[in-house]
């Protein structure tokens, strides 16, 4: 390899993927007070008996989980997730909802563990999400 290559390698970054377009919602789980608390979530436990992680930990509905898969997300994966504002969160997929709450599906959830309150990016629009690249 000659020096110019090596320097041009040395240099180029590699495109991201695109992001999955997904319409979902940004909730949250964990905090004191939560109305919906569970024994594992309460001693930050994820679904892979993982440890979870305050304001980084994601627990995702089952029609998310299935979207995950289909883009080769696997549990533990860091993810990149676009909110409709243009930001993007960097999380790591560590847990999922419960199937249904009050006799109806949950779907849409990108709901994030907050161990001290609830995020301030609770209700923000999900429209896409990529695996993150190391």
């Keep these: ?6 320097i041009t390698a040395m240099f180029t970054r590699s495109t ?4 999955v377009p997904f319409a979902g919602r940004i909730t949250a789980y964990g905090y004191p007070g939560d ?8 001693e930050a436990i994820g679904a892979w008996n993982n440890t979870l992680v305050d304001c ?17 997300i ?11 504002t ?15 709450y009050g006799g109806q599906p949950l779907t849409g959830r990108f ?8 995020s301030v990016l609770v209700d923000s629009a999900v429209v896409g999400f990529r695996k993150a690249q190391a």
């Design 1 to 6: 390899m000659s020096f110019w290559s090596w």
């Design 111 to 118: 709901d994030l563990y907050c161990a001290k309150k609830p």
């Design 56 to 72: 980084y930990s994601l627990a995702v509905s089952r029609d998310v989980e299935a979207a995950f898969h289909e883009a080769g």
């Design 16 to 19: 991201p993927p695109p992001f």
């Design 35 to 42: 109305s919906t608390p569970d024994s594992n979530s309460a």
């Design 86 to 100: 243009g930001d993007i969160l960097t999380l790591c997929w560590a847990d999922r909802t419960a199937a249904s």
């Design 74 to 84: 696997h549990p533990l994966d860091a993810v990149q997730v676009c909110l409709k």
